[in-house]
């Protein structure tokens, strides 16, 4: 959004940034309440290590980013989660351990980009998995 000045409105300004700071610390609190052998077993439960699985429950938004991602490529979520459980699994991992979450979010925020995939570190997974289920998901730009 363009304002009267030429000023372009981020979505990150400081209401922004409060919210993400405050559910940050509600997560970390959620996280002290468990003891270390209850997040080993949960990251065991999730086939993930328990650094991977601290970093990704103390992080914020992979879950809704990556289901906007996948839509946008025409992906059925719940058809993967059906047919592809463990790929799936894959994606959200990689997905929330992501070190461009916060472009990620800006971008699909701003616009729907022509190539949905391109720059996510799920790409080729993705593509790969439209290759076998034997169509193009919409929107592919190569």
């Known amino acids: 959004m363009v304002g009267q000045s030429g000023y372009v409105r981020r979505p990150w300004g400081f209401k922004y940034l409060l919210t993400r700071f405050r559910a940050k610390l509600s997560r970390t609190a959620e996280l002290a309440y ?11 439960e999730l086939n993930l290590s328990t650094p991977d699985f601290r970093k990704m429950a ?6 809704e980013l990556l289901s906007k991602r996948l839509a946008l490529a025409g992906f ?6 059906a047919r ?18 916060i472009r990620c979010a800006a971008d699909l925020e701003r616009y729907k980009p022509v190539n949905p995939l ?5 790409e080729h997974t993705l593509r790969a998995l439209a290759r076998e289920i034997g169509g193009t998901p919409q929107h592919f730009g190569d």
């Open 34 to 44: 468990l003891s270390a052998q209850d997040i080993d077993a949960i990251a065991r």
């Open 58 to 63: 103390l992080s914020a938004g992979s879950p």
């Open 76 to 81: 059925s979520e719940n058809a993967l989660a």
């Open 84 to 101: 592809y459980g463990d790929v799936l699994r894959d994606l959200q991992r990689v997905c929330g351990l992501c070190q461009t979450r």
């Open 118 to 122: 391109k720059g996510c570190p799920n």
